[in-house]
């Protein structure tokens, strides 16, 4: 009878401990374990902690994931490199108030060792994911005796500090697992160098694997996605007492986290996307070849997209000129020509632009010196091989210097920042001869290019005044001639104004900048659109023979295709392919028409628009900049196919020059890149501005030109930009399409928008790569600001013009930072 008192005793410590663990399911106690086969579950049911085996393995462990995602990805294991082989452990808080997971046998696998001790210590599992233990009777809800954020796995959750705590000597840094079946650590880490100059650095074992550049004041060195997001906002902190960095996230419903893989080497970024129920990859490091630490060798400067990739900088020659030709670029550069050192007029310094810095192992840093200050500092240390500012922020403060070889160069085009490399006086003087050459280069060659132009025009109409009468309606050229022509058939002047009724209003499609377009059919049934240069038009001469030339040698699907011209008596008219679906802004302005033109429509002209563009700036047997794409020159057909049209305006390049300028500015307001509209400057790039507009414009069925949102005083461009910096983006998308749109897409789609319409025409993707964008799921650079071109006040219409455009430019400062 003794024995059932001693079990009604047993029976109810047990009820008490599950009363205890369910009430209190994020917490473990001095009187409480966690065994095998529970969990605890943090306040909010985002976390959870509990026993695990990866994959197909049998081992257990420890560990830390988020609770509501199906996908179970651990964040953090606490017994990485001492698994457990069987399911009879159990985690306790032991007395000398460490957390501690004792095997079936008392054996001991992992034990939190924290250093301050506590009679009255609680293990509490965060929402943010951080196992933190606390003195009960401490009421600092940040003081802890211990947390996981110090000692992280291989994933870095928001709020956790990647760095050094500079009092404890504590290192927070990440270590890849082994595999997915093995937690333990791996060779693959990533944290940060201490040192004057520190910066983050990820190691393959003991070797650097990449390097992400000293702080500037903006951003990493080497990072050119450390800018502004629209999810995330970024820190960077280095005082006497800590180094790190961190991130947080702008919308707390988003999941976002970076975890070191070893099995691509790579820092990779994912984002869970609830709808797909799945993780998406955001970004990876490295991003691309010249990303390899030091691949050039000692002043050895990357370069993507050149060839080779590996280029000795200015004033340095291959070390081992037949290793270089092998493309084994491991010894690097040496300098081309000695120089004496503290002697004037023996060396210098040469700038080189929108570089990652070298490696700050041998350097040394001042934060409060001028740039003029550093470089008299480095002349005068003959070991100084290159200086910097060491904050770029404004005008630039602060000096770096390097000393011995520079190591790790890589040219950035959207980022990095000015470095001056000693050399030789005679290199600064040749760079400056080569400097004043290139100038005049451009000149003359823009000067030849008119000339070119203006003969092939009167050789055309020489050559169309020799043709013969082939058919009723058209005039072909000579068969007998052997010369080259530009193949375009003249029409007869009495036969168009026949299918055109005599250019009667019932047949007139519109009218344009340079006069009106009339609908017609020729004698075999083939429907045209005839544009009849307007008399009264002060400059269309000029543009209606570009135009001619250009549509003669031009073919693609995705522009008009030009049939013939008529020029005869006082007429000058050019003859289409009749585009049945008008143009793209008889649609896409509308608010009826536009319900027409659902997502996928939208998707397959912004394609086909950038494919044509493409096929002028690079395809094409001349090179061809519009100089006036806009809505209502993009016609479409009886399937909805994009053309471009009208190139009244167009520019033709030779050989590999993409770029001109003019005192003429043409074009149509709202659609005109800063650089052209205030300098006269056009460029490929010009176009890629006017195709970002152009895109935008399609997803969000709104004009660019004029205030359409006042309350922000600015134009579409600005919304757009501001949406983004809100994280709000989606909010551009045109109500109509909404429901069928893929939401991916879209904003993809704006980004690549963005990236069209930065202000700086170098940092615009070109037509190739923004033609990739969109056929791919590749990682995108994020934009920099936009050129706005604010509108000044009302203008009727939407006309071409010669006169300069008057606007201003927005200027905003964006300090936050994206991990890359």
């Not at 070298?358 to 350097?363: G, I």
């Not at 970002?692 to 006042?710: A, C, H, R, V």
Request: net charge neutral.
């Amino acid at each position: 009878m003794g024995i059932l008192p001693v079990m009604l005793v047993i029976t109810i410590v047990i009820l008490l401990f599950s009363s205890q663990i369910s009430s209190a399911i994020d917490t473990i106690t001095l009187f409480q374990s966690l065994p095998d086969g529970r969990t605890l579950v943090s306040k909010d049911g985002i976390f959870e902690l509990g026993f695990f085996s990866p994959s197909s393995s049998t081992n257990r462990y420890v560990g830390i994931w988020y609770k509501n995602i199906p996908v179970r990805s651990v964040v953090w294991v606490a017994n990485r490199d001492t698994p457990i082989k069987d399911n009879s452990s159990m985690l306790n808080i032991s007395k000398e108030g460490n957390l501690v997971l004792l095997s079936q046998n008392g054996t001991v696998h992992w034990s939190t060792n924290a250093t301050k001790k506590a009679f009255n210590a609680t293990a509490q599992l965060l929402d943010s994911g951080n196992l933190v233990l606390r003195d009960e009777h401490d009421n600092n809800p940040e003081s802890f005796l211990w947390q996981s954020f110090d000692y992280p796995s291989d994933t870095l959750l928001p709020g956790m500090k990647l760095g050094w705590n500079l009092k404890t000597n504590l290192n927070r840094h990440l270590t890849a697992w082994k595999n997915k079946e093995d937690p333990s650590m791996g060779d693959f880490t990533w944290g940060f160098v201490r040192s004057s100059n520190p910066e983050m650095v990820m190691w393959k074992g003991l070797t650097k694997y990449y390097r992400g550049g000293p702080w500037n004041g903006i951003q990493f060195s080497a990072a050119p996605s450390l800018k502004y997001d629209p999810m995330f906002d970024f820190k960077f902190v280095y005082n006497e007492d800590e180094l790190y960095y961190t991130f947080s996230l702008k919308n707390k419903s988003v999941v976002s986290i970076l975890v070191m893989n070893q099995t691509t080497y790579a820092r990779e970024r994912y984002t869970w996307i609830e709808e797909a129920k799945t993780w998406r990859m955001y970004s990876s490091t490295p991003r691309d070849y010249c990303d390899n630490y030091n691949l050039c060798g000692p002043f050895g400067n990357c370069a993507m997209g050149e060839s080779p990739v590996c280029q000795c900088l200015r004033g340095f020659n291959p070390k081992s000129p037949q290793d270089w030709i092998t493309m084994d670029w491991t010894q690097g550069c040496v300098i081309s020509e000695t120089w004496k050192c503290k002697e004037k007029d023996k060396d210098g310094f040469l700038k080189f632009i929108n570089m990652k810095v070298p490696d700050t192992d041998k350097s040394w840093v001042n934060g409060s010196m001028t740039l003029e200050e550093c470089k008299a500092k480095c002349w005068e240390n003959c070991s100084c091989t290159a200086f910097a500012n060491s904050d770029i922020r404004g005008e630039g403060i602060g000096c770096v210097l390097w000393f011995d070889d520079l190591l790790d160069l890589r040219r950035l085009p959207d980022a990095g920042q000015d470095l001056y490399v000693r050399v030789a006086t005679s290199e600064i003087e040749n760079q400056d001869a080569k400097d004043d050459l290139k100038k005049k280069v451009v000149v003359i060659t823009s000067t030849v290019s008119s000339i070119i132009v203006m003969l092939l025009i009167l050789t055309f109409i020489y050559r169309r005044r020799k043709t013969i009468k082939e058919k009723p309606w058209a005039r072909q050229k000579n068969d007998e001639s052997k010369e080259e022509d530009f193949d375009l058939p003249l029409f007869d002047l009495a036969s168009i104004a026949h299918t055109t009724d005599d250019f009667s209003s019932d047949k007139k499609l519109g009218e344009g900048g340079f006069g009106p377009v009339y609908r017609g059919t020729l004698p075999d049934g083939q429907e045209i659109a005839v544009k009849r240069l307007s008399r009264t038009s002060g400059q269309g001469l000029k543009e209606f023979k570009n135009e001619v030339i250009f549509c003669a040698k031009l073919q693609h699907r995705n522009l008009v295709k030009v049939l013939g011209c008529c020029i005869q008596e006082d007429e000058k008219l050019l003859i289409y392919e009749y585009m049945s679906n008008k143009s793209l802004d008889y649609f896409l302005f509308d608010s009826t028409r536009s319900n027409l033109l659902d997502w996928s429509k939208r998707l397959y002209i912004i394609t086909g628009i950038a494919r044509g563009l493409l096929y002028l700036h690079q395809d094409s047997r001349l090179r061809i900049i519009h100089r006036d794409l806009k809505a209502s020159n993009v016609l479409l057909d009886n399937d909805m196919n994009p053309k471009i049209s009208d190139f009244g305006l167009a520019r033709m390049c030779g050989g590999d020059q993409i770029e001109g300028n003019t005192s003429r500015v043409v074009g149509t307001y709202g659609y005109m890149a800063p650089e052209y509209a205030f300098d006269g400057l056009f460029s490929i790039k010009s176009d890629v501005f006017s195709f970002g507009i152009l895109l935008l414009e399609i997803i969000s069925g709104k004009k660019n030109k004029g205030l359409s949102y006042p309350n922000y005083n600015c134009n579409l461009i600005g919304h757009a930009w501001k949406l983004w910096k809100e994280g709000i983006p989606m909010k551009l998308i045109d109500s109509c399409m909404v429901e069928s749109c893929i939401l991916s897409e879209v904003l993809r789609c704006i980004h690549i928008g963005l990236l069209c319409v930065q202000h700086r025409p170098d940092d615009r993707p070109n037509m190739a790569n923004v033609v990739v964008m969109l056929s791919s799921e590749s990682t995108l650079p994020l934009p920099k600001e936009p050129g706005f071109l604010m509108e000044k006040g009302p203008i009727d219409g939407e006309s071409s013009s010669e006169k300069h455009i008057f606007s201003s430019s927005n200027e905003l400062t964006i300090s936050v930072l994206d991990a890359r």
